[in-house]
């Protein structure tokens, strides 16, 4: 049974940084691009951030170029999103997700979700 448990959510002041983190099991993920989306109340699941299954390539979103960063351990089936200067508009359930080949708008896997919220 393949499992995408997200961590690292939580409550941080404005300008502050969280790192959070995306383990997969259940299945060899190193032919799998792994990414980010997140869901904000009443809005729909948007991309944030992916890589592709070598790691050699990242894709972001405009509104978190430059702050965010995305990156896959060594097993490939971790994935991390590095988030600095979080504004309050990051406030939002961030998503894990797999995808074999190249990330889309409706991976393979998702995970269950993590609250980020962030505070003005």
């Known amino acids: 049974q393949v499992q995408l448990v997200e961590s690292g959510g939580g409550l941080v002041q404005a300008g502050g940084s969280l790192r959070l983190s995306c383990a997969a099991s259940g299945r060899t993920f190193s032919s799998y691009a792994m990414g980010w989306f997140r869901q904000a109340p009443g809005k729909e699941r948007d991309f944030v951030a992916a890589i592709s299954w070598s790691g050699g390539s990242t894709y972001y979103a405009d509104s978190v170029k430059g702050r965010f960063t995305i990156s896959r351990g060594n097993a490939k089936n971790t994935v991390y999103l590095q988030m600095n200067s979080l504004e309050p508009e990051d406030t939002a359930v961030y998503y894990c997700?797999?995808?074999?080949?190249?990330?889309?708008?409706?991976?393979?896997?998702w995970g269950q979700g993590t609250q980020v919220t962030v505070s003005s």
């Open positions: 997700a797999a995808n074999e080949g190249v990330m889309t708008t409706a991976p393979h896997y």
